[in-house]
């Protein structure tokens, strides 16, 4: 190894960093550094020490909560960092001590041996539009939140409604309830101002998305994979803003496990047991995927909605979604006529229709990545392998 290399482990906090450098060569010492603050010219100042002698400095991190600022900074000053997937890192099964000291003594070994996986960096603009798609999906958790406590309150008062909830009629409805106590109607009324509030929130932030994805640079994707049956406008940029680009995988299989929709397995010798999925990676795409899945339990058709998604597809596109829906509606019927359960056959729908995702993506010419502000020519130093690795 050349010895011109020294591997950087940060762990990274809100206020502070700690710093342990692992010298390359098979008996390069592992020693602690110290802490700096967490700020751009604190680590600049840090990077600036470290690389003295012509040292090629070597970053990792574990992804947290402070994000990629480290990452960004780094980079922008020309050095190389890695953000490293927290539940991929090797652990001993007898420790049970950690610090802030011995996580970064151990990133900075671990990095040295190459034992560190590491994720996907989106750009900032990326990065900002998962930042709005996420606050939707809380939005959307407020809303039934809302709807729940407002449900709540009216069955423990005997106030069934016994149609369809949530409704014109429905809302009608709460409207001309009467309580006896004013206690009770003002108990209703906050109810059901909170549940209007959350939805104007989420409806605000549903159309702060449509009008800023004209502007990505992944929305060319979004579009063609809204020719899929499911994967409405929603859905498809919840699933494109969460992972990326698709094509950034070498194949489906790779972003089928990514997405956790691959069987779990414990098998040893000549006994195979392989259990239920194992529910790795991103959740929000994930839970998008098995939604859009759903429409998949009727035969193929294409509907008149679908059909205008469709229009703005190649001929390559539209033919790739109508083998999708041949395919996978006749999964779904096989497997459940083998007495599988329907969450069961969905799932397995799910996992085949992220590869059709993946296809339609491989049709679309490439994307050019977005420079990262104030870092220019720097911003090359990412290597092909972290573009190619797993999200965070």
């Known amino acids: 190894m050349d010895d011109t290399i020294r ?8 206020r502070r960093t700690v710093v342990a450098i692992a010298d390359s060569g098979r008996d390069g010492e592992v020693r602690q550094y110290g802490a700096v603050e967490t700020e751009r010219s604190a680590i600049a100042k840090l ?17 947290g909560p402070c994000g990629y600022s480290m990452h960004r900074w780094l980079t922008g000053l020309g050095h190389e960092c890695e953000v490293v997937a927290p539940s991929l890192i090797p652990r001993r099964p007898g420790e049970r001590v950690r610090t802030d000291r011995r996580d970064a003594v151990k990133l900075a070994r671990l990095h040295r041996a190459g034992e560190l996986t590491a994720v996907w960096v989106p750009d ?20 039934r939140r809302a709807r729940q406590q407002l449900s709540g309150f009216l ?12 409704t014109g009629a429905h809302r009608r409805w709460l409207a001309e309830l009467k309580f006896e106590h004013a206690a009770q109607r003002v108990v209703l009324e906050d109810y059901i101002d909170a549940v209007g509030a959350a939805e104007r929130r989420r409806d605000g932030l549903t159309e702060q998305i449509r009008e800023l994805l004209p502007r990505w640079s992944l929305a060319p994707i979004v579009e063609a994979v809204q020719a899929l049956r499911g994967v409405a406008a929603i859905a498809a940029i919840i699933i494109v803003a969460e992972l990326g680009d698709p094509r950034r995988f070498d194949n489906p299989r790779q972003l089928m496990a990514y997405l956790g929709l691959v069987p779990s397995e414990a098998s040893s010798g000549e006994k195979v047991y392989r259990g239920g999925i194992t529910k790795a990676g991103n959740r929000s795409a994930r839970r998008a995927l098995v939604e859009a899945a759903w429409t998949y339990r009727f035969p193929a058709r294409r509907s008149r909605h679908l059909l205008a998604r469709c229009q703005a597809a190649s001929p390559a596109i539209q033919a790739i979604a109508w083998k999708a829906q041949l395919r996978l509606s006749s999964k779904y ?17 799910a996992r085949e229709l992220i590869g059709f995702i993946w296809a339609i993506a491989r049709e679309l010419p490439a994307i050019p990545p977005e420079p990262v502000p104030g870092c220019g020519a720097t911003n090359k130093v990412t290597t092909q392998r972290q573009l190619a690795t797993l999200t965070g």
Do not use: N, Q
Not at 124 to 143: K, L, Q, T, Y
């Open 7 to 14: 591997f950087v482990g940060l762990d990274v906090h809100k």
């Open 47 to 63: 990077a600036g020490k470290l690389a003295r002698g012509g040292k090629t400095l070597r970053f990792c991190y574990e992804a």
């Open 124 to 143: 900032p603009a990326h990065e900002a539009m998962r930042d709005v798609v996420r606050a939707r999906a809380v939005a959307v958790s407020a809303v």
């Open 155 to 166: 069955l423990r008062h005997d106030r069934i409604y016994s149609r369809k909830a949530w």
């Open 333 to 349: 019927r096989k497997l459940v006529g083998r007495g599988k359960l329907a969450t069961v056959a969905v799932t397995a729908v």
